[in-house]
């Protein structure tokens, strides 16, 4: 599993990715987490041959936070869809 920060259009946020092959798979946390919560289940998808991805949602784990970060369902799908783009997933 590798740990890397990017930025998905005007947010910077951090990734987890485990697998390099295969479907993938996008894991997201609730608004009570952060992508590390997904660890176990990472390398698990990546053994069954997905290439499977985590990512903090804005304001939280190492994701931006404080003022001028919006912290909404919507905000959160606006990201969730830029990562997919980025990863060469959207159908």
Same mark, same amino acid.
């Given at each position: 599993?590798?740990?890397? !920060? /990017?930025?998905? =259009?005007?947010?910077?946020? &951090?990734?987890?990715?485990?697998?390099?092959? =295969? /479907? !993938?798979?996008?894991?997201?946390?609730? /608004?009570?987490? &952060?992508?590390? &919560?997904?660890? &176990?289940?990472?390398?698990?998808? #990546? #053994?069954?041959?997905?290439?499977?991805?985590?990512?903090?949602? !804005?304001?939280?784990?190492?994701?931006?936070?404080?003022?001028?970060?919006?912290?909404?369902? !919507? #905000?959160?799908?606006?990201?969730?869809?830029?990562?997919?783009?980025?990863?060469?997933?959207?159908?």
């Amino acid at each position: 599993m590798i740990s890397y !920060p /990017t930025r998905i =259009g005007n947010v910077g946020t &951090r990734v987890l990715q485990s697998g390099s092959s =295969g /479907t !993938p798979v996008v894991l997201v946390h609730g /608004t009570g987490g &952060r992508a590390d &919560r997904w660890v &176990r289940n990472l390398d698990a998808l #990546a #053994a069954a041959g997905y290439n499977a991805y985590a990512f903090d949602l !804005p304001g939280h784990g190492f994701a931006d936070k404080g003022p001028g970060v919006e912290c909404s369902v !919507p #905000a959160y799908r606006k990201l969730l869809s830029g990562f997919v783009d980025s990863i060469g997933g959207s159908d």
